[in-house]
């Protein structure tokens, strides 16, 4: 499983969603770094440079990451599919904390057609961009532009950042998979067994923020639950202050 670290101190693992790769948290894993994490931000199986495994469903990557960190505990922050990967983490017993963003799995069925529509029109619109995107996005209007479904700030990301997002979201082997095994999750209920965060964005097109934040309190009724105005789904982009504020209160 590809690694990127920054920095030395409390461990601190970061887990990025579908299609995308560890250089989605960019705007914070230095940050934290600077504020005393030893941050491991990672490729996921099946992503930017991991290569795919068998069972690509979330409990079969917490799996994965687990067993590359040969089970040591971390605190652990996970944004959409990777929320729901941290919060397995943290039922192992493999996380000492827990900060879920927009995690996956708190949508009923009816929402689950909506979720994989988006997601696949996403990719498609990915692929159309990516033979001129290093042109394109040299402008900060079309980077806004083009990551509007999960961002509201797209502007913030360099053109380089842009398209090799764009190339990871194609080219991922394990896409098809686990987006298969991710839209059949369902957040339970009960506490995790560690301190627990989750967040969402309040402008988060993929997952509407009023029905999953409600479904979340009410299924993990011991965790702290927070929203974020002016931030999309991937809120790490929009709001990173307050991300690496969250971050770095886990292990304070």
């Known amino acids: 499983m590809h690694v990127v670290r920054h920095g030395s101190g409390t461990p601190l693992l970061l887990l990025h969603g579908i299609g995308d790769n560890h250089r989605t948290w960019r705007p914070v894993a230095k940050r934290c770094a600077s ?21 690509q469903s979330v409990r079969g990557l917490a799996r994965a990451v687990a067993e590359q960190f040969d089970g040591g505990r971390m ?8 929320g729901a990967v941290a919060l397995e983490l943290g039922r192992m017993g493999f996380a000492r904390s827990v900060l879920a963003l927009s995690p996956v799995g708190f949508w009923e069925d009816a ?14 619109f990915a692929a159309a961009g990516v033979p001129g995107i290093a042109v394109s996005s040299r ?5 806004q532009f083009g990551a509007a479904p999960m961002m509201l700030r797209g502007d ?20 098809a998979a686990t987006l298969d095994e991710m839209l059949e999750l369902r957040q339970g209920t009960g506490d995790l067994p560690v301190p627990t965060t989750v967040m969402w964005g309040r402008q988060d097109f993929l997952l509407p923020c009023d029905p999953q934040a409600r479904r979340a309190r009410s299924r993990l009724p011991g965790a702290r639950h927070l929203e974020l105005n002016q931030a999309g789904h991937l809120a790490m982009w929009d709001a990173p202050e307050r991300i690496v504020a969250a971050l770095v209160r886990m292990h304070a």
Request: proline share 6%; hydrophobic share 35%; glycine share 10%.
């Open 75 to 82: 605190h652990v922050g996970g944004s959409s599919l990777g």
């Open 35 to 55: 504020q005393g994490c030893e941050v491991h931000a990672v490729d996921l199986p099946g992503f930017g440079e991991s290569p795919s495994q068998s069972d």
């Open 111 to 124: 929402e689950v057609p909506r979720a994989r529509a988006v997601l696949r029109a996403y990719k498609a």
């Open 156 to 175: 913030r990301m360099t053109a380089e950042e842009m398209a090799a997002s764009a190339r990871s979201y194609v080219r991922s082997p394990g896409w």
């Open 139 to 143: 402008s900060a209007l079309v980077r």
